[in-house]
């Protein structure tokens, strides 16, 4: 792993507190990381929603005490049922967020260490979560951070999923042993149903798309947004599946927000993949684009520039975030 800790994170960690945070669905175990006392303060805590909250390869940690050294707060929470955190375990539904986990959080932290200002972040369900936040305490968010999350309904991803392949990578994804492991699983036999229904209607129709709603609840928690005065990051890759669910929110909600929530809400399409998880120099892209968009709270008030000048989506055939396409 490239992080080695500097002797300043090291300092934040040895601050860190363990809290218990008080939820509708048992008690939620988290690390609190105070900012460090010679940082000008940045009146924001970072809740950093990870599943679990060490993540994959503890960047999620170093990103704490990065943040940390900043002058933030930081905290980061196993869910309910995760973790070490009380609650019957479930499968995740994008489309019923944990906002009970997220709500209770900001609210705990408010009462025990005074935050009143946050910042939150999320990839997949876990955006989702972040989002859905703001129909309670939008008065208190100042920032969201969504990466790679679906927003449809789960039947509705299988189709647009579908329409994205053929038989050849049907056969090539049967001939790997994990997929055969993965079928042990009931509902993994009914996503591979509903696929093979939508490729096989696609063959005899020669239908190659078609008008993939978005999820209600989406749409709420977006307007949510729209009406608030948090600033946001949506990123995606160009071949995420989870891209795919989003383009009607790009094609339709995007093109009507007005000029002050378009200086607010950001969009950035990668070429590649951003909801990958085993390329590790792209979730290291990932994540220092994360630090600099909450590191642009501290310094400006306003979200990082991106990388590089707007383009048009269709010219990212290939390149690396640096060709990031923004929508402002």
């Known amino acids: 792993m490239p992080w080695r800790e500097t002797p300043a994170e090291l300092e934040r960690a040895k601050a860190e507190q363990p809290i218990l945070v008080p939820s509708p669905h048992g008690q939620l175990y988290g690390i609190y990381t105070p900012p460090a006392p010679?940082?000008?303060?940045?009146?924001?805590?970072?809740?950093?929603l990870t599943s679990p909250r060490s993540h994959r390869n503890r960047m999620?940690?170093?990103?704490?005490?990065?943040?940390?050294?900043?002058?933030?707060?930081?905290?980061?929470v196993d869910f309910h049922g995760t973790g070490d955190s009380e609650g019957e375990t479930g499968f995740r539904d994008p489309n019923r967020p944990y906002q009970d986990?997220?709500?209770?959080?900001?609210?705990?932290?408010?009462?025990?260490?005074?935050?009143?200002?946050?910042?939150?972040?999320?990839?997949?369900?876990?955006?989702?979560?972040a989002l859905s936040a703001l129909a309670e305490e939008r008065e208190a968010?100042?920032?969201?951070?969504?990466?790679?999350?679906?927003?449809?309904?789960?039947?509705l991803q299988v189709?647009?999923?579908?329409?994205?392949?053929?038989?050849?990578?049907?056969?090539?994804?049967?001939?790997?042993?994990?997929?055969?492991?993965?079928?042990?699983?009931?509902?993994?036999?009914?996503?591979m149903g509903n696929m093979l229904g939508r490729m096989a209607q696609r063959t005899v129709t020669g239908a190659q798309t078609m008008d993939l709603p978005l999820a209600s609840g989406f749409v709420e928690h977006f307007q949510i947004?729209?009406?608030?005065?948090?600033r946001a990051l949506f990123l995606y890759g160009r071949q995420d599946v989870e891209y795919q669910t989003f383009r009607p929110a790009e094609q339709v909600l995007f093109p009507r927000l007005d000029d002050e929530a378009?200086?607010?809400?950001?969009?950035?399409?990668?070429?590649?993949?951003?909801?990958?998880?085993?390329?590790?120099?792209?979730?290291?892209?990932?994540?220092?684009?994360?630090?600099?968009?909450?590191?642009?709270f501290r310094s400006t008030g306003a979200p990082a520039p991106s990388a590089a000048p707007a383009r048009p989506a269709r010219d990212l055939a290939r390149g690396g975030p640096e060709a990031a396409w923004t929508s402002r």
Not at 60 to 76: I, M, T
Not at 119 to 126: K, N, Q
Not at 265 to 271: A, D, G, S, Y
Request: hydrophobic share 45%.
């Open 60 to 76: 999620w940690v170093e990103g704490a005490r990065r943040l940390a050294g900043l002058g933030f707060s930081a905290f980061r």
């Open 141 to 155: 968010i100042a920032g969201i951070l969504f990466m790679a999350a679906p927003v449809m309904s789960l039947d």
């Open 159 to 191: 189709k647009a999923d579908a329409d994205r392949k053929g038989w050849g990578h049907l056969l090539k994804a049967l001939r790997n042993p994990e997929n055969w492991t993965a079928l042990s699983r009931p509902e993994r036999w009914r996503y």
């Open 38 to 48: 010679e940082a000008p303060p940045a009146g924001l805590c970072a809740v950093l």
């Open 262 to 296: 378009r200086e607010r809400i950001q969009l950035e399409v990668w070429p590649g993949t951003v909801h990958g998880l085993l390329e590790m120099n792209r979730q290291r892209e990932i994540f220092e684009r994360a630090m600099a968009w909450f590191a642009s």
């Open 101 to 129: 986990d997220a709500v209770a959080v900001i609210r705990h932290l408010r009462e025990a260490f005074g935050e009143k200002r946050f910042v939150l972040s999320g990839s997949c369900f876990d955006a989702r979560t």
């Open 225 to 230: 947004l729209v009406r608030s005065r948090a």
